[in-house]
């Protein structure tokens, strides 16, 4: 793996590495040394810090301008974000510890921007399909085994929502993640191939089968948003993309396959869709900011309702026009907000809090309080405008057939840069966030500018 004769090689194979044990980190600690639960979680730090010296000593991390430009955009962030803090002990302990849960990626993705390309892509789409079936089993046997049981422990011999399969990890959210980018991994193989063959289309029948079925076990709402957001965005630029019309037919067959295999693994796991379906639209929408702030204003596209009968029916949408809704988070804010990542997983446990804002965790309204109304509002519309821009430079560019296999991915950063919790604590859902991002970015770079 260490060949410094080949450093591109070398630091891909770091990476590769550390995708898998940020996947079995929650097998070390939940299963295998459950009493060093918290030593295990932080050897990750270890790890990302040998990668950036070996990225650092061959600049990998600056090779470009606008790496540079984007690494002083956040310094500048970053050092805002220390006036919120107290300027003691701890406080300078918050505000590392802060600037962890936001950044400790971030230099992960300025080398994949490098050095990865479209290759490196398909082959880590392709790898990670080989993992769908035994993932299948240990979710499947999750679902099935008392809660009580070995397999359904988590770290500390407990587990947040039991009756939801955690698979490798150690809490369902992240297991909701990596099934996110398996599904997408799918829909990126499948708008990647150039041509399909009767053994393609069992394969893929085959692993969308097991997938769906995967997603209802996980007893996960968010999931079937982003699993039938995928299959319409990925037939959309299938439909306007440079194949022919012949290929464009199988592709769209096999993207709206998910329908058939849907209502089938429905059928075959019955009880687990029952539970979803009872959770979808089960929130209480009163206690929605978006909700109490306009109630009675009417909505003009369903039959004169009021927003508060809208969201009583709908509340799922209605949960994610709330995340948007950054408002309340304004009010709230101060102008220099309480310091970078003071909402943040690890500052609250450090500081032996529960939660600093009301407003959820989210990340968008944590960092407007974070950063306060000036730089933090700043913050969320820039990732937002930078949704919007990317979105439409895909119009343009991923119609191409060597680009279509970035659809699934760059579908998966938008939603998480409008509405995902991605720096509220190291973990497996920020890890892929910033991976993913990454990965998207390398289709910037052309095929023979990359080495190794």
């Known amino acids: 793996m260490l060949n410094f004769e080949n450093p591109y090689l070398m630091i891909k194979r770091l990476v590769l590495f550390f995708l898998f044990y940020m996947i079995i980190e929650g097998v070390l600690r939940k299963w295998i040394f459950p009493n060093l639960s918290t030593q295990i979680y932080f050897i990750k730090d270890l790890l990302l810090i040998f990668i950036y010296i070996i990225g650092f000593k061959y600049n990998f991390i600056f090779q470009s301008i606008y790496s540079k430009i984007f690494v002083i955009f956040i310094i500048i962030i970053s050092i805002f974000g220390f006036i919120g803090y107290t300027h003691d002990a701890n406080g300078v302990i918050s505000y590392f510890l802060g600037l962890r849960s936001y950044w400790i990626f971030l230099p992960l993705l300025l080398i994949i921007t490098h050095i990865f390309n479209k290759s490196d892509l398909t082959k880590l789409i392709k790898i990670n399909l080989y993992l769908v079936l035994p993932y299948f089993l240990l979710v499947y046997l999750q679902s099935i085994l008392p ?60 692993l969308n089968f097991l997938l769906i079925s995967i997603m209802i076990l996980l007893k996960s709402r968010a999931v079937y948003f982003y ?13 306007f993309s440079k194949f022919d019309n012949s290929l464009k037919l199988i592709k769209i067959f096999l993207i709206f396959l998910t329908f058939i295999t849907f209502n089938i693994s429905k059928v075959i796991f019955e009880k687990e869709y029952k539970h979803s379906e009872v959770r979808m639209n089960t929130d209480v929408p009163e206690e929605y900011n978006f909700v109490i702030d306009n109630k009675d204003k009417v909505v003009q596209i369903y039959d004169g309702k009021t927003v508060q009968e809208f969201c009583s029916k709908y509340s799922t949408i209605c949960r994610i026009i709330n995340d948007l809704y950054i408002l309340p988070a304004v009010r709230k804010s101060t102008l ?90 190291v973990s497996f859902i920020s890890f892929i966030f910033w991976i993913s991002l990454g990965l998207l970015f390398t289709s910037l770079n052309k095929e023979n500018k990359i080495h190794g």
Request: hydrophobic fraction near 50%; charged fraction near 15%; glycine fraction near 6%.
């Open 336 to 425: 220099f907000g309480e310091g970078i990542g003071a909402g943040t997983k690890p500052v609250l446990v450090f500081n032996k809090k529960e939660k600093v804002f009301l407003l959820g965790e989210i990340d968008n309204k944590r960092i407007i309080m974070e950063l306060g109304y000036i730089v933090g509002v700043f913050l969320v519309f820039f990732k937002w405008i930078s949704v919007i821009i990317f979105n439409f430079y895909a119009l343009f560019k991923f119609r191409d057939k060597e680009k279509l296999v970035y659809i699934p991915l760059l579908l998966f950063v938008s939603v998480q840069l409008m509405l995902g919790t991605v720096s509220y604590t």
């Open 147 to 206: 809660i009580t049981s070995f397999l359904n422990s988590g770290f500390d011999g407990k587990l947040l929502s039991p009756e939801r399969p955690s698979a490798f990890f150690t809490y369902t959210t992240q297991n909701t993640y990596y099934f996110l980018f398996l599904f997408f991994g799918l829909f990126s193989y499948i708008l990647d191939k150039k041509e399909i063959f009767f053994k393609d289309i069992i394969y893929i029948t085959f």
């Open 227 to 239: 699993a039938f957001a995928t299959v319409f965005y990925s037939a959309f630029f299938v439909l």
